[in-house]
């Protein structure tokens, strides 16, 4: 089949929009799908959410070139702060020891998205925006897209689809392919709080009796709340009162940063594991949240996504030097081995921190309390940790 793409990425998205920029210098035919335009994605509140940054996915945007911009808005993460509500033990991660400027980095999903369709729209590769998948069909030798572009339908063919369109993949369910959902019963309530004291580039995290507690900095006397809990606590704490939400934050956080003001309204992120049962199918690549929707307490999600979207730059690059079929089996089968590990890695860690940490159990919260005391006396131990907060832990 001579298709009119080598490659369509469905989804323009953080992962499918940067999978597009890393794609900018391979010469083969990119064609990227966008269901939303401008002003629709400026206008949803789902923008609005904080992203922190591992070191390793700072140097990716660095090769993207999208970090220099973005990172005027960042802030960096200097020190890592982890305790216990009512209990002593604490840890605490500082970059200088590790030898390094930032252990990561946090950013407004928004900035980065908005740097991210900036660049899209300098690409030689073709945008088709606003345009939604509605068909898909694979055959032997390429894929047969329909995509839904106002009252228009359009088809196009293409060597190999990534589908990049997010939890709610339509590519992954035109493909009957299922997921498998871990429902944790939780929802992140997500807002930002201005704060007395100078937050000094330091990310909190803080289990307490209703969940974890992260704040992260956005500005000097800013910063990001994703409260974990519940759903039954999360529905009422959404529906009490600005004051009372206050009140309750504070108490749960204490006065680790004096007094805190509420300065954006409060959302609510019902939280799951979902998988797709696969990553390929017949010419068809699953990444980021199409593929792996992870929980947001330990800000791994964007973080594995992007690898995904490096990684299978880098093959893409290798595989067009053979100029080989970049939709066959063999290459996919090689794609999804190689990033097995990594994913089961990174689900495996997000997962058993919220089996230890969001537990009311008192000798697992004992042991946790013992555990965050022994890491801050123990470096080895804390190495690792650190590894994993900037992102290293998991490397391919
Ligand atoms: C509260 C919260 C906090 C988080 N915190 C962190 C964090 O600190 N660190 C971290 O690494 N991750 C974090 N995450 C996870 C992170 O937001 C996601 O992993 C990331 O957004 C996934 O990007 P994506 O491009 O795969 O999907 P999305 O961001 O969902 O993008 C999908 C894109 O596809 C488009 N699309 C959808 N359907 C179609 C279609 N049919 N046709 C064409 N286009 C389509 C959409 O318009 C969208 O642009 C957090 C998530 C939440 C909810």
């Given at each position: 089949?001579?298709?009119?793409?080598?490659?369509?990425?469905?989804?323009?998205?953080?992962?499918?929009?940067?999978?597009?920029?890393?794609?900018?210098?391979?010469?083969?035919?990119?064609?990227?799908?966008?269901?939303?335009?401008?002003?629709?994605?400026?206008?949803?509140?789902?923008?609005?959410?904080?992203?922190?940054?591992?070191?390793?996915?700072?140097?990716?945007?660095?090769?993207?070139?999208?970090?220099?911009?973005?990172?005027?808005?960042?802030?960096?993460?200097?020190?890592?702060?982890?305790?216990?509500?009512?209990?002593?033990?604490?840890?605490?991660?500082?970059?200088?020891?590790?030898?390094?400027?930032?252990?990561?980095?946090?950013?407004?999903?928004?900035?980065?998205?908005?740097?991210?369709?900036?660049?899209?729209?300098?690409?030689?590769?073709?945008?088709?925006?606003?345009?939604?998948?509605?068909?898909?069909?694979?055959?032997?030798?390429?894929?047969?897209?329909?995509?839904?572009?106002?009252?228009?339908?359009?088809?196009?063919?293409?060597?190999?689809?990534?589908?990049?369109?997010?939890?709610?993949?339509?590519?992954?369910?035109?493909?009957?392919?299922?997921?498998?959902?871990?429902?944790?019963?939780?929802?992140?309530?997500?807002?930002?709080?201005?704060?007395?004291?100078?937050?000094?580039?330091?990310?909190?995290?803080?289990?307490?009796?209703?969940?974890?507690?992260?704040?992260?900095?956005?500005?000097?006397?800013?910063?990001?709340?994703?409260?974990?809990?519940?759903?039954?606590?999360?529905?009422?704490?959404?529906?009490?009162?600005?004051?009372?939400?206050?009140?309750?934050l504070q108490s749960a956080?204490?006065?680790?940063?004096?007094?805190?003001?509420?300065?954006?309204?409060?959302?609510?992120?019902?939280?799951?594991?979902?998988?797709?049962?696969?990553?390929?199918?017949?010419?068809?690549?699953?990444?980021?949240?199409?593929?792996?929707?992870?929980?947001?307490?330990?800000?791994?999600?964007?973080?594995?996504?992007?690898?995904?979207?490096?990684?299978?730059?880098?093959?893409?690059?290798?595989?067009?030097?053979?100029?080989?079929?970049?939709?066959?089996?063999?290459?996919?089968?090689?794609?999804?081995?190689?990033?097995?590990?990594?994913?089961?890695?990174?689900?495996?860690?997000?997962?058993?921190?919220?089996?230890?940490?969001?537990?009311?159990?008192?000798?697992?919260?004992?042991?946790?309390?013992?555990?965050?005391?022994?890491?801050?006396?123990?470096?080895?131990?804390?190495?690792l940790l650190a590894r994993?907060?900037?992102?290293?832990?998991?490397?391919?």
């Amino acid at each position: 089949m001579n298709s009119d793409f080598d490659l369509l990425i469905v989804g323009g998205g953080l992962v499918g929009g940067s999978l597009a920029l890393a794609m900018r210098d391979i010469p083969l035919r990119v064609g990227i799908v966008e269901a939303l335009t401008e002003a629709e994605r400026q206008a949803s509140t789902a923008g609005d959410r904080a992203l922190a940054l591992a070191r390793g996915t700072v140097q990716i945007l660095d090769r993207l070139g999208i970090w220099q911009d973005v990172s005027a808005k960042a802030m960096p993460i200097r020190h890592i702060h982890v305790s216990d509500r009512g209990r002593f033990g604490k840890t605490r991660l500082h970059a200088d020891e590790k030898g390094v400027d930032a252990l990561g980095h946090v950013v407004v999903a928004r900035t980065l998205e908005d740097r991210i369709s900036q660049e899209l729209h300098k690409l030689d590769a073709e945008l088709i925006c606003p345009a939604r998948v509605i068909g898909l069909k694979a055959g032997q030798n390429g894929v047969c897209v329909t995509l839904k572009k106002g009252e228009e339908c359009l088809n196009f063919t293409a060597t190999l689809v990534v589908a990049a369109d997010g939890g709610n993949s339509t590519v992954r369910k035109l493909l009957g392919i299922q997921q498998s959902v871990r429902d944790y019963g939780q929802t992140a309530i997500v807002t930002e709080v201005s704060t007395q004291a100078d937050v000094n580039f330091t990310a909190y995290e803080r289990f307490t009796t209703a969940g974890p507690l992260a704040l992260l900095p956005l500005e000097r006397r800013k910063c990001s709340v994703v409260w974990t809990m519940k759903d039954q606590d999360a529905e009422e704490v959404l529906s009490e009162s600005d004051a009372n939400f206050t009140a309750s934050l504070q108490s749960a956080f204490g006065h680790w940063l004096g007094k805190i003001r509420l300065a954006a309204r409060r959302q609510g992120f019902p939280l799951k594991l979902v998988q797709a049962e696969k990553m390929a199918d017949d010419r068809v690549l699953l990444i980021g949240n199409a593929m792996h929707q992870l929980h947001p307490v330990a800000g791994q999600g964007f973080n594995l996504g992007l690898r995904d979207a490096a990684f299978l730059a880098e093959r893409l690059s290798t595989k067009l030097a053979f100029r080989e079929d970049i939709g066959e089996k063999a290459f996919l089968d090689r794609y999804v081995r190689a990033r097995q590990r990594d994913l089961a890695n990174t689900i495996h860690f997000t997962d058993g921190l919220i089996r230890v940490f969001c537990t009311d159990f008192p000798p697992l919260a004992l042991a946790r309390n013992a555990a965050m005391i022994a890491l801050d006396c123990f470096p080895p131990a804390k190495r690792l940790l650190a590894r994993h907060a900037m992102g290293y832990g998991f490397r391919l």
